[in-house]
């Protein structure tokens, strides 16, 4: 079993950076890493994710260029650094983790976080 905690969240201001972290409880081998969001009243939403054999990167059209994911094996952690923040993205942020193919929807990955607020002011 492994559990995932996300840390970093926070308040900032609009065009400000926050750089969140998730790490696992112990070393494990996952076909692919993510970040969803939930903001009240919306679904959950693909943020970003990576693969566990080359690092491939994939972005939710609303962030990219913006945000940016990466993983450290070594650490069994997954960042997602936020840089110029909107005030349409806070929301509670989550990682996840898919065992098989995974793409964009939250029924492919099985292991998650317990989320972690992050909030904009203007």
């Known amino acids: 079993q492994v559990q995932l905690a996300e840390s970093g969240g926070g308040l900032v201001q609009a065009g400000g950076s926050l750089r969140l972290s998730c790490t696992a409880s112990?070393?494990?081998?996952?076909?692919?890493m993510a970040w969803f969001r939930q903001a009240p009243g919306k679904e959950r939403e693909f943020v970003a994710s990576?693969?566990?054999?080359?690092?491939?990167?994939a972005y939710a059209d609303s962030v990219e260029g913006r945000f940016t994911i990466s993983r450290d094996n070594a650490k069994n952690t997954v960042y997602l650094a936020m840089d110029s923040l909107k005030p349409e993205d806070p929301a509670v942020y989550y990682c996840?983790?898919?065992?098989?193919?995974?793409?964009?929807?939250?029924?492919?990955?099985?292991?998650w976080g317990q989320g972690t607020q992050v909030t904009v002011s203007s």
């Open positions: 990576i693969t566990w054999s080359i690092s491939a990167q």
């Open positions: 112990r070393p494990f081998s996952s076909n692919r």
């Open positions: 996840a983790a898919a065992l098989g193919v995974a793409g964009r929807g939250r029924y492919d990955y099985q292991y």
